[in-house]
């Protein structure tokens, strides 16, 4: 059967039923028919452990963090383990585009997988109509004489669907651009606030442009908050779900990790490990974007412990990583899959210097042999790797066991950031981008120079940073797979999210607007009666 098909044949629980299982009453849920509800209850002191999975550099074959971070709560559950799993939500850019949907797939996914994948509980549309309730204010502000001098605007709008025909538009008194919702300001601090009165604080700290003293401009200035904090208070609420063995799955909040800091929401996170042992939760793309930005930015704000890091990898990727072409990737190849565990081995060493506990996962596929399985584990073993090998798409629960029991191994870990805030902008970049990518040398384009010194001038430099490029490589060069070396990464330009509490540093050619494929899932996508079809 398809996922689709999977998804709708499981036997789901009523939705309050799920949240009998984490302590939760009808009283703490607002209910959006039988299997989805908000969460009322938001407050709590965290005692669980907290499991972050994440995965070598991803490939345009998919690797299979969400599949693995659900099983793997699956697998808990079966060992009578309290456990929540705290995912991000879909993207429809991403759902229509190249990518598909994130609620797994197989055996080991989250329902109900199309509302999940579609409209869900509307939190992506409140983010993106608060965003853009501010664009208008502030062009709003503008026409009726500009009493703050808005020289320069600096937020943009945005909205959630690939459209590379958005990053440049003409709004008559100027050209602007349109970010997706994922990468906005508004999910990026909507995922960091703690409560309703943090999120209106962080609004009103969101700069939205220079006047003409060169001074920023604040949020707060246009007194909009008020109006924000309505469109989001629902939207605010996390979201609970179930996977297709009834195990409870908060999934709220969606920054992408290439362009965004790719993590669930910290008030979903806090909720789990309030009312579980053991919380599974997952950041975006390879352990380079997500996982850093996961332990700099969200764990540094939330004032989170990770307790044990699941590396993920499959052998389709360490033959990506090791030169072979996507159409060549089912060949039998020995040799580029020892020449790819040097991309597991970078990143198993950056993890290292955030004093975390590592289990290497091979998410494996029907398609991979039993001597390349053999191999990735004879690797593990010459390495001193704890690894575990999941077939949870194939066998849920059941195969991912071996991962929980590993999981279930780890002490406490000496987590610790990378950098510490009051560095030097440069000194940050500088850390991230050669410690963590492996740049030989970081120049600065004139632009991110002239940003830095205004952020300088004005006293806010000393924030986490979010570093946004290409998710395919260590380097700014999404064609560099591997491990590359001797290469040079560029700045191309800074953002200050001083409402998130981080400042954006852009690399390369990454746009904050992606484009649809040249095959997009959208063709396949169709409604048979009365039923969804083809997504994934």
Known sequence: MTDIEISRNSKKLHITDVGKKIGLGSDDLVLYGDYKAKIKKIDGKSSGKLILVTAISPTPL?????????????????????????LREPSMGPVFGIKGGATGGGYSQVVPMEDINLHFTGDFHAITSANNLISAAID???????????QTVLFNR??????RALRDVDLGSRHDSFSISSASEIMALFCLATSLDDLREKLGNIIVGINGNGKFVYLRELHVEGSLVALLKDAFMPNLVQTLENTPTIIHGGPFANIAHGCNSLVATRMALTNADYVVTEAGFGADLGAEKFF?????????????VVLVATIKALKYHGGVKKEDIFLENDAAIEKGFANLDKHYENLKKFGVNIVVCLNKFDSDLDSEVALFEEYCKSKNY???VSSAYKLGSDGAIELANKVLECNESSFKPLYKVEDSLVDKINMVCR?????????????????????????????????AKTQYSFSDDKNKVGVPDDFVVTVKDIKIYSGAGFITVLLGDIMVMPGLSRKPNYELIDVVDGEIVNLS
């Open 140 to 150: 709003n502000h503008i026409y009726f004489g500009n009493q703050l001098d808005i």
């Open 296 to 308: 700099d930015i969200k764990c540094r704000l939330g004032n989170l412990k990770p307790n044990c």
């Open 435 to 467: 410690e963590i990518y492996g740049a030989k040398e970081v120049l600065f384009s004139d632009e991110a120079n002239n940003k830095m010194k205004i952020l300088e001038e004005n006293n806010i430099s000393n924030l986490p940073i979010c570093v």
């Open 158 to 163: 945005c909205l959630d669907m690939n459209d």
């Open 386 to 388: 704890e690894y575990a």
């Open 62 to 86: 998919g690797e299979g963090k969400t599949t693995v971070s659900i099983g793997l709560g699956d697998a808990l559950a079966k060992l009578d383990k309290r456990i929540i799993i705290a």
